[in-house]
């Protein structure tokens, strides 16, 4: 059954089948609070202050509507009841979601957004009379706040406040954690009646019939104890017909009831949510407006043109939702930097305050997560490089920043040197990198505690980390730079002799040696044999000459593919092995555990274009589509890439997507349609047109940002081959810049 | 309205209003396994093993009954749909529980049980076609297991096995706190589908219509992720006019499927369900045997009777449900020596293992709470005392019994010793008993953290323990008794000197002087200016003359009386204070801040029994009791004493009592009416009786075993007063021990 329809020119999909595979998600978000939606608009929002999440909403927020004259209540935003709605449907937008209904002739909307600053979200509920009868109407808004933040006894109280114009629950405990402690929930409109708690909602009832519902009015009781609160309201309206009638919502959290009072006399009115939806509307105009591209395939262009730079958004703002990765932060980062550079360098200088004086990073911060996880150095001159190369803004590399467990403060450029000195220096008997905590693979978590295992994976990402490195001090004004390039060039010359001799095995590398001398990921193991990232990576490294690495790839082909993407191991673990780590104790088929993990079938995507092998590349990017024939029940959002799709291990539901959106495999994706398939990179002078495209693709357009100065791409198939930019051919295949507004012509003959 | 009726000689009370003001609890147990079920056989149920509890159903457990002609669903012990059932009620039963309905010719039963032994719950569920009609019905077992042990990825799978012969679900994830990972849930019946997750039960529906319930099977499939998990069985009957189908089902938790296996084989099965429910039925027997009064207060009869004794028992097997308190498990072993000498001494033995060498105990175990709690000691020579004049046991003194933090294993008496030495060891510059983390007011926890403040509680309990202590050294053969019991005594009336000289003021004792220097419970306070507990244990523990004493009572009659009972504290706080603690911070009229806590109502009636005042202590009973007209919506069971009724400054909910079961007041209400209203008392060599009758009260009779015989005692108002026993009169009050299986009448006359 169709899900729903991309509607580009609005930014928005809608959603059709209301009763998908498994709900779908949208992310709504600010800088310090964000609400994971689903199509009904349910699902919990967080605000994160001092490196602790605060809950506001904990799921549900509905809407129940009363007929006064026959008696009739349905959730009009839910639907528990399965009514046959005359319309269902759901507007994913970019910073708002909305649900439309209708039934015997009323129609809601309900929306949600997270305005732009605040600990807060905006809700607007419009109720409209479509029939030719006068309605009587009692509306109700239902919401279950987060109120008891410790599990200290009966601080958390709630009542109607006069000063707060609306509901308020205060939770003021001994000793609590979080300073934001009250929590408001207030409308435009005055309510009739309200309840505090799920007893005077609910009652002995449930969703589909709330108890209290089908009196004249809600109790109106204040709520004193460790309840199940909520935070509903009753609104009594008449509606003559084709008559309609808003209210304006706003939900959030604040340190007393002044602030809370002073919020709600600003934000629970109509001006504020219409300008705040204006600004959430347009708000990712600026950086959608970057890029654009035209291909044939038509849901590519939606995902790279709208849906991905919003994911990967999301991403470098808010990492992986559960907490800020050091490595996910900088390949969010990474992926944003073409359409957000201040936003980029900023986020850039935030990750590495989290870094170590030792050159390693902090795994996670907000909150802190600080297993020895060893791979965070390998991502910094990806990042830092991308952003140059990208902005021209060499001058970040002097940008003072902080470390995590140290006072002081040294160049940007410093961070990234101690970043490889770390990488260098952390080697084990066979010359690789140590492996410690683990590296990308976060649940092989217990190969090198006791210090002596060795990654294979992480000692190929820091010969590749070392290209970006080297070609950073290649270009960048840094003293001794030469030196310094002599010096590394050694080091990794000697590690890729080292990966060689120790990491490959018969036609694929093994992931590493464990802490007692055992292999991970070889023919030698009973259970994951074989791996895709060393791979995929030692593609990107360039670890041997192309024709090994073509071989390399076809081992990648006939061993780790399925109907759905690329397996992360294979077999997948079944028996726990405290040798390897948590991986093992998985179910087999989930997440790093023999899954289709979306993020390495992105890796693949791109060692795939470095090899031109485009077609495979263009069949992979097929293959883990929302629409694969092959998979039709995975229930992804066709709109946002999922972490994964559960392996061909998990009999019962092989295929499936759980974990929406969190991922970085977003980041990836859109760089690995626009720079490696399309092959438009930014370069330090210059935007580098280096294709690999499908065979099948005919017409393709593309636009882009860069320096200030614009790019209208067309890619075209015939005699000539060449670049031409603005009708003159280029010698070499790079795009010189140009001054700041100005637009130029581009085309790529092949 | 009538919420149920007491069936004494069934132990059964039958809740027939089933929507009372709030959900009515009753809780199944054995030594390792409870359940806290409430009226729909809902509710959580646990396992404890190591110190850890492992949860085994979440919340739910519900019967679906699909009528497969006409299509109807209801849930047969819930009625979510609010159905008008012909029949609804809950039994509540001394280790069962069963809610029984009757809708449209079908009668289901549906009961819960705790078997003797293991980590397990049996349910029955019975299906009767009432009707003259054949039906064909698909009915549905449904649960909600607790799976996802740690919040460790992935490692949560359920699925129908077939060596379990039921649903199996398992947990095993890297470094898994609990051993018991596996859970099972088999029925006796096959069953013809099942559910293993919400999605797969509800789907988009809700408790009222689960939407996989309208297909003809359960979807059957398996379940391998961090899923709401459930266990769900269908069963596909048909039923001939008054054919009745029964189902026994087991759902537990063990180490691995081989165990799993074991277990479900045995007790999935009728036998075992008869032969557990049979033990459970009779299992209250042995004690709720042991005595037994009639007095012209029925409910009070049925509480002495029957209900109080099993909430005792829960006491001093599970403490507080949450954790097994020192003081909490001391003081329901008091309350239970009089009906299981066996049992109360290997409580006693097992709470004084959880004492620290220096005399002070570990305020709680299974789980640890070592907040430095200063009051342990206080209960330790009253729950000896009690144990040996109830028992004769004095050998008692000499078991060897080991301590928390320490290697060494001494004498049961050493312990006791120990801690009166803790007790006048710890002493401030007022010579009052250091106030340190707290005492029996959990909730004043920040005013001696420094070492300073001093509670004028803790010493005046001090006095009390002291007086125990005494006893038990003149009557004990404990070597040295008489130097011991010199210098105690000239401690004691040291500190009751100190107690006068800076805790009394004006009418009242104070609570304490905090690390300040600042009075809490003082005419000096803003809030809290005057406590309870201080008065009625300066009554128990006299120290003062008598009528100083009658005055102090009728300060607590004049200052702290409200409709409902007395409360702990006038006024309440409102304003956080971080010099006193956690107590001020609570909602005013909650828990130990200004709430009627029965714990220390029971204390009040105790101490007006010392005083003689006899009408005034049943007066206090009847105000606390359910049935209140001055307190009609207070929710409490009939059947069982709650921890605390909301206090007046809870102005929208005053009187309503949270917290069902939970509390110490049980066993000190037994103790009130048995042994200071009848007076009815244990002595090392006899039972005296020393009553405190209400003046209204006329004929009395009760049954008592002491030391193997067996007292049949009357209470006559009239001519030649005093103490008859076999019709001989007694020179003082006290009727001596006999021979074991021995009956003797015994007449009081007054």
Known sequence: MKIGTFIDEKREYVIENMQPVRPLKNFVWNDVTFAELNHFCCGESKACNNNDFRPIVKDLRLVYIKDKESGEIYDANRNFKNLPFDKFHCRVGLGYQTVESAYKDLECSFTVIIPENGYMELHKATIKNTGKKPRKLSVYSYVRPFVNLNPTLACGKGSYDERVGGLFFTFHAFRCDNELTDLFYACSEPCQAYSICDGDFFGYGSYENPQYLSGAKLPSSAVVYEEDFCGAMQFDIALAPDEEKSFYFVIGVAKDEKESAEITK?????????????????????????????TPDEYLNSMVNIWLKRQISLGKTWGRIYGKGFRDLLQ???????FGQARARERLIYTLEHQFISGNGLRQFDPVVDYPYQDMPVWIPMAVLAYIKESGDFD????????????????????????????????????????????????????????????VWLSIATVKATDDYIEILQNAPVQGANELIAEIREKQAKLKENVIAHGFEKDHFIYGINDWGEKVGSYECEEGRMYLNPQTWAIMAKIFEEDRLQALMDFVENNLKCDYGYMQNVPAYTKPNPHIGRITYMNAGIYENGSVYNHGVMFKIVADCLLGRADNAYETLKMIRYDNPLNEKSGTEPYAISNMYFGPSVYSRKGFAPCAWITGSAGWLYRAITEYILGIKADFDGLKIEPCLPSAWQEITAEREFRGAKYVISYRRGEDKGLFVDGKKMDDKKIPTFAVGTTHQVEYRY
Chains 1, 2 share one sequence.
């Open 266 to 294: 600003n934000c629970a009115t109509k001006a504020f949510f219409e300008t705040e939806y204006e600004k959430q509307k347009y708000s990712a105009e600026s950086y959608i407006g970057k890029s654009k591209i035209n």
């Open 396 to 455: 970040v590399l002097n940008a003072e920043v902080g470390y995590y467990d140290s006072d002081a403060r040294e160049s940007l450029f410093k961070h990234v040197q101690r970043g490889m000195e770390f990488l260098y220096a952390n080697q084990g008997e066979h010359g690789l990198g140590l492996w410690r905590g683990g590296d990308w693979n976060d649940s092989i978590n217990n190969c090198g505690l006791q210090g002596k295992g060795e990654s």
């Open 332 to 338: 969010d980062t990474t992926g944003f930097v073409s």
